[in-house]
């Protein structure tokens, strides 16, 4: 179970390697084709058990969905928020094995447990049994459709990328499967987290708000958004230690900076064409340097405005918790003009509609017409803090 992968089943590996290849490191491809064989009658079995039990979609209380762009502190607000223990989240074992959630799971959840690292790999944020995890990793053991296939199979880079976000290239049977295993994940972890209302993160979702709101009629949203400038180069590292970590096949004709730039483009302008006219009592916007700086205002603006039961209760937990991270180790990153200047040049957009400016250089000097970046604070670093 070294790679994440290993909880996938045939028929999806299948599909995936058919796409993009067979992974080029063998004893890899190897050990995660021989887990899913091996899980194979469990899940199946797993399947038909549960299905009887679970609960429709639309007799479920509508999930709570957290949204926002990599690196721009979902993570960080996921966490507080399910410190209350009123929410049903997404665990570790979840992401590892959503097809044998009631099953293999329960067995081999201390082995999964001691096997879990220490920190995550993009970043300092510690990983214990019960941290919540955002569910892309599920999706991508369940569905061809997902994000992660770009990391997991590099050679079809882009097209796994584009069709795992915005279904690029997914007949209209494609998106339907997807839909399915969606649901079925949701229903399966709404059982397994206790018939808790479902708290749900993923930034892939950012670019899937009017899906969402079709198969959730009552959802309601949080949008976390971050500097753009932060954002860019903590995404470099984001990409950068994925791909060496899980990678089955050859990366280096990647091009991260393009990547990077056209995925927020298009994500960031679907979400805001999506969110026009939603209700404020549906939608919350949060800047993420007003959730770090005052983390419990924010909190509570979202329980206030989305009209969330609980937070004066769950006050004092958020509090501990926040206790606990106080001395949490940021990554520290460099900014260059040579960076500055490819968000300047694309993400203009959204840097005037929510007011960025470039770290380290005052207003007026970014938006000097005759700006030359001579005494710029090319290297300044600054802080880097989870997704």
């Known amino acids: 179970m070294a ?7 045939l028929g999806t590996l299948a599909r995936v390697a058919g796409r993009s290849g067979l992974p080029s490191h063998v004893g890899a491809g190897a050990m995660i084709g021989l887990a899913a064989l091996a899980r194979w009658p469990f899940s199946t079995a797993e399947k038909l058990a549960i299905e009887a039990k679970l609960p429709a979609l639309e007799e479920m209380p509508a999930p709570v969905f957290i949204l926002g762009h990599w690196r721009s502190g979902t993570t960080h607000l996921y966490n507080i928020m399910c410190e209350s223990g009123e929410w049903g989240f997404v665990p570790p074992v979840a992401t590892g094995l959503p097809w044998d959630l009631f099953g293999l799971a329960k067995l081999f959840n201390p082995l999964l447990e001691k096997a879990l690292p220490e920190h995550r790999y993009i970043d300092n944020i510690p990983v214990t ?4 995890q955002e569910d892309e990793i599920a999706i991508a053991n369940m569905s061809e459709v997902s994000f992660y296939h770009g990391i997991y199979f590099p050679k079809n880079f882009a097209e ?4 795992g976000l915005f279904f690029d290239g997914c007949s209209t049977g494609d998106i339907r499967s997807w839909r399915k295993q969606f649901g079925y994940f949701l229903r399966k972890l ?10 749900i993160k993923n930034p892939v979702y950012t670019g899937r708000f009017a899906m969402l709101k079709e198969m959730f009629p009552d959802a309601k949203f949080i949008h976390i958004h971050r500097n753009p400038y932060d954002v860019f180069v903590s995404m470099r590292n984001f990409y950068s230690k994925l791909l060496k970590e899980f990678a089955l096949q050859g990366y280096a004709h990647v091009d991260i900076d393009e990547t990077i730039l056209t995925v927020y483009e298009r994500m960031m302008n679907d979400y805001l064409r999506d969110a026009e006219g939603v209700p404020a009592d549906r939608l919350v916007e949060l ?3 007003e959730l770090d700086a005052e983390p419990i205002k924010s909190v509570e603006q979202v329980y206030r405005r989305l009209s969330l039961p609980g937070f004066d209760d769950a006050r004092p937990k958020f509090e501990r918790y926040l206790a606990s991270v106080a001395t949490f180790k940021k990554n520290k990153f460099d900014y260059s003009d040579e960076a500055a200047a490819k968000v300047e040049a694309r993400l203009k957009p959204f840097l005037e509609r929510w007011g960025y400016e470039r770290p380290g250089r005052k207003a007026e000097d970014v938006a000097g017409p005759d700006n030359n970046d001579e005494g710029a604070e090319e290297g300044a670093s600054h802080g880097e803090t989870a997704a």
């Not at 796994?160 to 069709?163: A, L």
């Open 190 to 199: 709404y059982l397994h987290q206790g018939e808790k209302q479902l708290l």
């Open 3 to 9: 790679h994440p992968l290993s909880g996938a089943n």
């Open 129 to 132: 049994p019960t941290s919540p």
């Open 160 to 163: 796994n990328v584009n069709r």
């Open 287 to 289: 800047r993420y340097d």
